[in-house]
């Protein structure tokens, strides 16, 4: 049966609608995925203005690398540079020659010359030709000019030569003042420090009984002892040397079988004492002595003595202080009846059991050392002078070099080569300073050649005084760690890296160091 015509309308109608729909959906839909793509797009574009916002520069655009045209020998930015280091040099020999008003017109132009390669080399832009035209136009006239003053090849290679050589000097001035004014600085104490010493010295002169136990000390029969360890500290510095002691016991399971043999000047002499003598060691015997006790020490037996004597420049409490660090040359004439020691420099810090040293065969030879070879100028011919017949006829200028501050010393092996002999005439042969300039080591180098063993490295890591960037691994596994160089670690110019090595050794407690405010 046929449907009427009213009957297909509704569905028409429907169908259409249904479709209708479909369309604006299908429209929506392709509208929606136009604008996520528009939206990526956008995004990139927009990035670099939020990073020039955030302080990062927007790196899409291709800037001029300023040092690569200056090197490209074609560019107006090397044609600029080197015509602006011609004129300098005839501003040199203008001035030289009284010339001022060329001088004046040097220096104009060779002021717009360095602010046309600045302003190029901040904008990452190239110079133009119409930019250095009229600069290098001008720098040409006065080279010109430069050359009918008779400011010819010669003359300006002579005048720079000679300006060299005065920088050099001045280089040389420079960085020796530099050295003596850091090692001022590292041998000088601090306000706090010298407030302890005050303290100290105080209480030397008020407590009698502190004077009596000193004297007592001096005659023990531990100091003697050869079944005990030994240790010499030579020091002027109170709280180092009570740093050397604390790491050192720190490290031992009996502590009493340890002796600290201190040696200091007259001026520390009491605080040195009185602080030993007013704390507690866990049981170890610490005694100290004054170098001026030492009267064998004099000029007749000991041409040291004989050159400092000799020397104006220097007060008396410099001298000893100079005798303080050359008192490890006699180290069997301080300590006669003992048979083996170790030494310690009063910037080490102790982190290991040491006594093993004590049981070290050391094959005949006199001193135990780490041998500091490992880079290229820590050989013998970098500390003495090979020029010198003495030398170049005697010594192995590649003989590794090697270090004090940690040092095993057998006396008995020191008597039978007669080491102190030896010290003795090489002091005498640089007495006009041609052997070597300067310091301990020079001298121990000589004196123990032939006569040192080596150390293994991890019994003493150097460089803490100096060197920022110490292997973490190697200083952790060290038995020692040494502060050498100028940068102590009780001075506020010591490496805060490692600061803490040394001062987790004081008692912050202690009323000495909270009243005069000591602090890491």
């Not at 121990?444 to 803490?464: A, K, N, T």
């Amino acid at each position: 049966m046929k449907r009427r015509a009213s009957e297909w309308r509704p569905r028409l109608s429907s169908w259409i609608t249904n479709w209708i729909w479909w369309i604006l959906g299908i429209f929506l839909v392709v509208a929606l995925v136009l604008f996520l793509v528009q939206h990526h797009q956008i995004i990139p574009h927009q990035l670099p203005m939020q990073e020039k916002s955030t302080g990062f520069k927007d790196v899409s655009v291709e800037r001029m690398n300023f040092t690569e045209d200056l090197l490209t020998s074609t560019s107006l930015t090397r044609q600029l540079a080197d015509q602006m280091t011609l004129s300098k040099a005839y501003l040199v020999i203008a001035k030289e020659h009284g010339n001022l008003d060329f001088a004046a017109e040097l220096s104009s132009q060779i002021r717009n010359c360095q602010r046309l390669l600045s302003q190029a080399a901040v904008n990452g832009k190239r110079v133009t030709l119409v930019e250095a035209r009229p600069i290098v136009n001008q720098l040409s006239k006065l080279i010109n000019k430069a050359l009918d003053y008779h400011y010819d090849i010669s003359t300006t290679i002579s005048t720079l030569m000679s300006h060299v050589q005065a920088l050099e000097e001045r280089v040389i001035v420079a960085t020796v003042q530099s050295a003596a004014f850091g090692r001022l600085a590292a041998e000088s104490l601090p306000k706090n420090l010298q407030c302890v010493n005050v303290k100290l010295t105080k209480d030397w002169f008020e407590e009698p009984p502190l004077r009596l136990h000193a004297e007592e000390q001096q005659h023990s029969l531990r100091l003697m002892d050869i079944n005990l360890y030994h240790f010499c500290v030579f020091s002027d510095n109170v709280l180092a040397a009570s740093v050397v002691v604390n790491s050192t016991i720190a490290n031992v399971k009996h502590p009493q079988q340890l002796v600290f043999h201190v040696v200091t000047d007259n001026t520390n002499y009491q605080a040195m004492a009185a602080w030993f003598l007013k704390n507690d060691f866990k049981g170890c015997t610490v005694v100290v002595r004054s170098v001026e006790e030492f009267s064998w020490l004099n000029e007749s037996s000991s041409p040291l003595v004989k050159q400092l004597a000799s020397a104006e420049t220097q007060n008396w409490h410099t001298r000893s202080l100079s005798l303080l660090k050359y008192l490890r040359f006699y180290i069997p004439e301080i300590h006669p009846l003992l048979e083996r020691v170790v030494f310690l420099d009063d910037d080490i810090v102790v982190q290991r059991d040491l006594t093993p040293l004590f049981s070290l065969n050391m094959h005949g030879s006199v001193i135990g050392a780490v041998e500091t070879c490992l880079e290229s100028f820590h050989r013998l011919h970098n500390y003495v002078n090979f020029s010198h017949p003495l030398i170049g006829s005697a010594f192995d200028p590649q003989a590794c070099g090697w270090a004090f501050g940690l040092n095993v010393v057998d006396l008995i092996a020191w008597k039978k080569a007669n080491v102190t002999a030896k010290f003795h005439y090489w002091l005498q042969q640089n007495a006009d300073g041609m052997l070597w300039k300067e310091g301990t080591l020079p001298a121990g180098l000589l004196s123990f050649y032939g006569l040192m063993v080596p150390l293994d490295r991890r019994w003493h890591v150097l460089g803490l005084g100096y060197d920022f960037e110490i292997d973490i691994r190697l200083i952790e596994s060290a038995a020692t760690v040494h502060f050498n160089g100028n940068m102590k670690p009780w001075l506020k110019l010591g490496i805060s890296r490692y600061k803490h090595l040394w001062w987790r050794h004081i008692d912050f407690l202690h009323p000495y160091i909270r009243d005069c405010q000591l602090q890491s």
